[in-house]
């Protein structure tokens, strides 16, 4: 087991990881959505990794886009809401730049993740600024794309992206959301975090996580 | 939290459970997929599905049957339902006419439906969906999701519903929700939050004597917080803009539907009603049809929502025509 | 105290000006007496007349109109009405046959209704009552007021305004009231008080996770208070004095009645009706008609009742019966 | 105008004072009811009042019968629940035995307050110890009664009456409830006041105060 790579195995610790980090952040994430949302966002996530992890585990897998798609296809049909589709679409759109992989150095992931963000802005139409999920993902992506380019190390490049996931996250609390739940709120929006960017954050800190970054 | 249920986890199941056994004659549900289907879709007429978050019973499961849905297809408490719940579904009632998607302006709505939308027309299966878009309380909807569909959707599912019944075809099913679509106005308030079962504690939190002007369904905050009012001047906060934005003239002939949040008693809603027609009688606008009660609510909040529909001569034909659903039944 | 009402002094005046002008094709005020009445009532047939306190909405004005009662009466919220208003009332609707008083045993209807049947009777307009007493919660009913009357009477008003619809003699109306109630079991409970506009207060306290069982429907204490419990729980502590009383036995067709007490989502209730259609099974009692909704309230109470009714041949078609109320609509 | 005798214009203001005296415990009345009723009891005899006085002010009579049968009838038609009759035959039977008459003495009130209350217990069936008005009334109108046949003042024998009414109210703190609502409380309506009691009292407290006792 190489450091440089993502394989079969830690792609299933990752989402063995992803799911319980939702869980302990379920209360913190339905508290971020009740404030802005409809206080369900953790509830969603925590039932769909959930249901992934129970898929993921029941399966004997070859290729690291085999584990990303049964997640997206779970996630798809399990989590619902806002967050059920779009996270869906970027494990999807993700897990079909990894299919027939073995494993993944950093730009492969970094590629992958770039497909599964454009996904996520094809279906849900955010732009950067919107308080979404979008803008924990983006600067995240792109710091994972610069360090895949700069010759990095795996895990130097996803704790960079780490970082810019929570810089991302956190520079939501000012903004006023425009797509979403969320845009209802109008001004009142401003001053909160987030949810999906929260949980955006919290998904990429399970993968960092789980590759012992 | 002090509900009547079992597990937080089967609210909704549970609850879909007893509603097909009480309405075995009417529906039944869908062997797989979490859908709530007509027992007696007939072939040969567009089928017409609808869904949503649950805790806005009897909206939509309770809206299947005869004149109505062919299929509602139940999210999670206040989460939109997944893609292969709409597919499924319309697989099942599907008789060759196509589909009709009615659904509610929610961004996860729209996606979970979107996605569902594309995997049924991929197979080449007929598909269209209207988006019902009648919240007046969503002011600056260029810079938002958009205003959500609320108490609207309930009167294009009974007018739409009764239009595919007598054979409309999927394009003048479609051109006839857009039109409802188009002539319908909502809002509602807040004299109390609800509490999702998952979460255990109330969505939002209002003083003993506040009220929220705007609400949405999820108890998404509105436009003002402020002092309890009079049902009358409730009523002209919530009928103003809905009048003034469409907006409704003198002459109108109008359906006026009153609505309640759900753990509103119903001698409440008519007195919103009662003040609900004074207000338009002074505007010249006529009510020719009314609809009261608890139709698309928010769990146990209290609280109320107003909706004009305008209506045309179709439209009245098609309201008046026999529906026989759990929720909505006359005529047969 | 929150609630979408203008004066307190006018909610019952104000609620019923909204629920005439929005059922105008089904009923209307009595000109002078505080009374709905039917606008079609037939001559030649016999006048089913019930009444008591406000605050049960849609019992019983709701239920006046084709097939179920010819005229309602409302008291005050939870004050049983007065006698003028009976007696204005039947004077209003007599068609000759006779007048059927349907009663809730409670001592204030008791009394109002016994003198205004006394009035009537001074003027040889031949009239019968029949007082309703299905409430299984109260024990040692002879050191009591008796078993009060709930929701066995929404069942009682449709059958036996389905029988004086056909033509059916104020004796044989009479006596299939009575039969009803002889088969007729309730029992109910509250998560939550409920407030009278005129008191401001609620009229008991329950701790956040305090449960009533055995609450009558105006918020009069039950058998227990407890520690909340699932609703499969609380079904089988309704549901087995129902059972038991009677005694309801294995073969029974019995219709089964889950109502919510005003502010209970309806998604609950049919949580409610699963498990106790689970519980009539695991018995051998045959649910053969049921009935789930919020039709005998307590205002804004959380909670539920279940009512049982025995069922003969006769009783089933008259409940299949059309019936066209604002509250409770089939067949036309 | 002589103290020993009600007349018209004495019996117009026992009305006004019932009203005064009613509205002044209405939330009293009410909070009684609400611990082992229906928290109307005040309401109720409030809007009655309220009503008959309106009533008796708007009207012109000769005798005393009169203005109780017009409280009566207006009992009757505005106060409804269980004290509505009982009240309403109260004063309707007290009426008829005054009908006519321009002045009462004791030992004429005494008659009409009997006749009241068997119209209360004709209509209600409440036994003496059942927890209800009747346990109020009767040893008030049995006082009177004994007053009236000893000769005494009719203030004396209304002061007397007061008395045992008082201790009529309070005597069914600690009784069982067998008529009305309270009833089904069983055990639990004992150490509770009766309402009903209550308010019996509170129209005898008015009737002393307006003819000066
Ligand atoms: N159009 C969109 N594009 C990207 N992200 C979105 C969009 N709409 C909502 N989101 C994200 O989804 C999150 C809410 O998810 P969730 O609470 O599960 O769904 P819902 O709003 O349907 O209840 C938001 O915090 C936001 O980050
Ligand atoms: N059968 C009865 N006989 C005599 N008094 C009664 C009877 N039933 C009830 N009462 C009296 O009526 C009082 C309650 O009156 P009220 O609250 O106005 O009526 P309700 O119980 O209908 O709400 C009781 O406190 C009791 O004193
Ligand atoms: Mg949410
Ligand atoms: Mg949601
Ligand atoms: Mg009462
Ligand atoms: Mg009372």
Redesign the interface.
């Known amino acids: 087991m190489d450091n440089e790579h993502l394989d079969v195995t830690k792609a299933v610790a990752i989402v063995e990881n992803i799911k319980e980090i939702i869980d302990a952040n379920k209360e913190f994430l339905t508290k971020l959505d009740s404030a802005i949302g409809d206080a369900d966002h953790g509830i969603n996530m925590s039932r769909g990794f959930t249901k992934a992890l129970e898929k993921v585990r029941n399966n004997q897998y070859n290729d690291i886009g085999a584990v990303f798609k049964d997640v997206a296809m779970t996630l798809m049909s399990t989590v619902g809401g806002a967050a059920g589709p779009l996270y869906g679409t970027f494990f999807m759109r993700a897990s079909m730049k990894l299919a027939g992989q073995k494993e993944a150095d950093l730009t492969l992931l970094a590629q992958a993740f770039r497909e599964g963000l454009q996904g996520v802005v094809a279906l849900g139409k955010a732009q950067l600024g919107d308080k979404t999920m979008v803008d924990a993902l983006t600067p995240a992506i792109e710091a994972l794309e610069a360090a895949a380019k700069q010759g990095l190390p795996l895990k130097e490049g996803l704790k960079r992206a780490l970082d810019m996931a929570e810089k991302g996250m956190k520079d939501t609390i000012p903004l006023v959301a425009r797509k979403g739940r969320a845009s209802y709120l109008g001004e009142r929006s401003a001053g909160h975090q987030d949810p999906g960017a929260t949980s955006s954050y919290l998904i990429l800190k399970a993968i960092c996580e789980a590759l012992g970054v | 939290m002090?509900?009547?249920?079992?597990?937080v986890e089967k609210?909704?199941e549970?609850?879909?459970?007893?509603?097909v056994?009480?309405h075995a004659d009417l529906i039944k549900l869908h062997p797989s997929a979490r859908a709530v289907l007509r027992v007696d879709s007939p072939k040969e007429k567009v089928a017409v599905i609808s869904g949503g978050?649950?805790?806005h019973?009897?909206m939509h499961t309770?809206y299947v049957g005869y004149g109505m849905l062919d299929a509602a297809c139940p999210?999670?408490?206040?989460?939109?339902?997944?893609?292969?719940q709409m597919y499924e579904a319309a697989k099942a009632v599907n008789g060759g006419k196509g589909i009709l998607f009615i659904v509610k302006n929610?961004?996860?709505d729209i996606?979970?439906f979107?996605?569902a939308a594309d995997m049924l027309a991929a197979e080449g299966i007929p598909v269209e969906q209207v988006v019902i878009n009648d919240d007046v309380a969503?002011?600056?909807s260029l810079?938002?999701?958009g205003r959500?569909g609320v108490g609207g959707t309930v009167l294009a599912e009974k007018i739409v519903g009764a239009k595919a019944e007598e054979g409309g075809s999927l394009e003048e099913v479609k051109s006839l929700c857009e039109r409802v679509n188009a002539n319908v106005r909502s809002m509602g308030m807040a004299?109390?939050p609800c509490t999702?079962p998952?979460?255990g504690?109330p969505?939002?939190e209002l003083g003993?004597?506040e009220?929220e002007i705007g609400i949405?369904i999820?108890?998404?905050?509105g436009r003002h917080r402020m002092k309890?009012k009079?049902?009358?001047e409730?009523v002209e906060m919530l009928a103003t803009p809905i009048v003034d934005d469409l907006p409704f003239k003198a002459g109108d002939e109008v359906l006026a539907f009153v609505n309640g949040m759900?753990?509103?008693?119903?001698?409440?809603?008519?007195?919103?009603?009662?003040?609900l027609?004074d207000f338009l009688e002074k505007k010249g606008i006529k009510i020719v049809r009314?609809l009261?009660g608890?139709y698309i609510?928010s769990?146990?909040m209290?609280?109320?929502s107003i909706t004009l529909l305008r209506l045309d001569d179709e439209m009245k034909r098609l309201w008046d025509a026999p529906v026989c659903t759990p929720g909505l039944?006359?005529?047969?």
Not at chain 2, 14 to 19: A, D, F, I, P
Not at chain 2, 218 to 221: I, L, S
């Open positions: 002090k509900k009547l249920i079992n597990d609210v909704v549970e609850s879909l459970s007893g509603l056994k009480a978050g649950s805790g019973e009897p309770g999210g999670e408490i206040f989460t939109s339902p997944t893609p292969d929610y961004s996860g996606m979970n979107q996605m969503v002011e600056n810079y938002t999701a959500r004299l109390t999702v998952a979460a504690k969505t939002f003993p004597d009220i949405g999820h108890g998404e905050p309890l009079p049902a009358r409730i759900g753990g509103t008693p119903l001698s409440e809603l008519y007195i919103v009603y009662n003040d027609s009314n009261v608890n609510t769990l146990e209290q609280g109320c039944r006359w005529g047969m």
